[in-house]
């Protein structure tokens, strides 16, 4: 029911801010937690590395579809749906295939 829903849509909302939060190249784009989007989560990532390029080179390797920025706010980020049809499994793998993207470890 919607209870779980909403469980289910802070469980997954908490794993991609905390994610943000630990890396140092990452940044909630809303900063004050209490006002975060349990819906889609928009994470600002640093200039240094164009978030355009790396989600043109997942989307080529079709390893993520539509984590592009909101485009009249101009910046270099994500947007990530939290929908419950999302599951949380597939978002942790989404943080890693980012932050291996990132980092080329």
Sequence with gaps: GYEFAQAQARKKADMLYGWADKKDYLKAYVEESKYRSTAVATI???DKYPAADLIKVLEDQKAVYGI??????GRNQFRISLFHNISYDDLKKLTELISLAIEGV
């Design 44 to 46: 600002d990532l640093d």
């Design 68 to 73: 592009d920025a909101y485009r009249k706010l």
